[in-house]
């Protein structure tokens, strides 16, 4: 029987016993059912019918706000909005305005007879025109289709779920067709993710949603059409073509009350519904809701991870996340092919897993100090990479909060080993320029002791070649020897500089003395001095050694003192100067500056003065890379360099460097090295006179 609804709403009894007893007696097919305005349990939809409300009178306002919600309630399918009222035409054209379907006026003091003549007029069935029986008389009971749907879907997740949904819905509910559907970006139409019809699953497809049914329950939430739905909705072709002719849909609505999809059973032949079977399909249309909003939220966090590797993939140097464990979250393929190893041996994982001992130690050391500070930082070490060979890397660092709240830690390692190699050759191919600048002075302080001392050979060959010797000729020859030996030094001390100012064993380090590196780079530029007529200035106070490697401090005191020597005019004026000179600043720290009164350096050039490749000099005298090179040098052995200048007036670069400090084996503590305090040497000892004897 196609039993339909009239729900009384706050009507006084005497009225409700009234119209009960009008609709039985008039044989329509219509269910009474009481309710209070005052229920704090109204239901969020009314089934098909009449809903009748009951109007208490007090003001238009008041009418209308009990009016508005309720015709937003019961805007489903074939369902009436009725008022019983005695207000004027005026104000029930105001609530028609607010959503009432009919008006409805007393004949008397009796409700029911117009309240008949709108049933008829809406062509509510009555109870001798419903067909007897049919395919939903067989309706499995609503209790026990919740069990079964239950049952069946609790145990699955994702597109499983909803085709097993569809399919015990169908037989649930006795039904030809049964589908649950996706609203597309675009909201206008819907893309089936499950649809079960007539035994078997079909294809999913896209079709639009104006002109079906679907749109409606978008718009309602729950809509129900017991016949002829296709002929309502002729433009849905998919009703035509399956012959379907009922129809009930809820929506699926998100966590934010949403509308993402459409669940609905569909038949060939009368589709009735209760109450029952509305509440049955809201709650698995919430289900589906809840799944499908789950479902695209997994989407959605898979689309990020998928971005965020391809981000880390992207990303050309090694990268690693690690939680605050020291473990492995996140490596990027960089980061695999310097280990060796593919991101599965990696995640979860600490260094000591795949590093060295001792490698693994540093790492650990350096990224608890970035937890534990919170600061961002970086460190230079020694990697062994997958092939076993040892790699210099630098890694930079920098904590952020984790998803869990805690600490994550982030780094970004650079390998320097290529360009530490090419760093290394360029010190050298700048040292070999220098020593050809210095090679005409090298050459004069070389052949001044070298003439005398063949000179002084050639005596003593002379000397003894005689058959025999005065005694007075020893003295003299024990001169001789004496000025050839202190000229033989010279020549070695000066061929000592040169090797330690060209030779490459850059990694090497340790302590410096610092006067000693000076008075060496002095020997080398000596003749630049003379050859500018520069008076050479010296203010050495006693600092502590150096801790770095003492060919690459020679490369700059030497580029240093010939820039000095290259600001002086063309023309000397004789009162070329060059002072040198060092002191500890109050930090414990080596201060070495260089000093001339030369032309000075313009504020424009001062901004680009270490930049490579940088000169003022002609074409082919200066390669730019002196200064940047000095540059490079000082930092790298933990100092800083700087320049002050004014035009005119002469150019000062300051050194300042850390002292060498070593550890106290007996109560580990780290002090200078006093055993390494540089003294300032005493003013030169005027030479000998190179003693020249003519041969013969």
Known sequence: MNTMYATLLGLPNGVNEELERALQGAGLALECRRLTLESPTLPQVFPPGLVVVWDAGGSLEQALAVCRPLASISSLSRTCLVLLTRRELAEQDALILAGVSECVTPVGEEWAPNLLTLARRMGLPSQSGAPPGGPNSARVPPERALQTLLAATTADLGHDFFRTLVKQLAEAFRVTCAMVGEMLPEQDSIRTLAFWSRGSFQDDVTYPLQGTPCHNTVTCSICHYADDVSRQFPEDLMLTDLGLRGYLGAALRSTKGEVIGVLAILHDQLLEAGEMDFALLGAFAARAGAELERIRAHAELERTRDFLRNTLDAVPDPLFVKDR????????????????RPAEQLLGKSDIDFLPEHEAQAFWTQDEQGFTTGQPGESEQNFTDATGLPRSILTRRAVFPGADGQPALVGVIRDLTERKRLETQLRLADRMASMGTLAAGVAHEINNPLAYVCSNLSFIKEQLAQETLPPDALPELREVVAETQEGTDRVRAIVQDLKTFARSDEERRGPINVHQAIESALRLVRNELQRTNARLERELQPVPALLGNEARLGQVLVNLLVNAT????????????????????????????????GAGISPEVMQRIFDPFFTTKPVGVGTGLGLAICHTIVQSMGGTIEVRSTLGRGTVFVLSLPAFVEEDEADGNCTTRSSQLAEAPKAEAPKPEQRLRALG
């Open 325 to 340: 464990s020291h473990r492995m979250v996140a490596v990027n393929s960089a980061f695999c092919q310097l280990t060796g």
């Open 566 to 597: 290259q600001a002086f005019p063309a023309r000397s004026n004789g009162n070329n100067r060059v002072r040198i000179s060092t002191w500890s600043d109050q930090s414990k720290r080596v201060v070495v500056e260089v000093e001339d009164n």
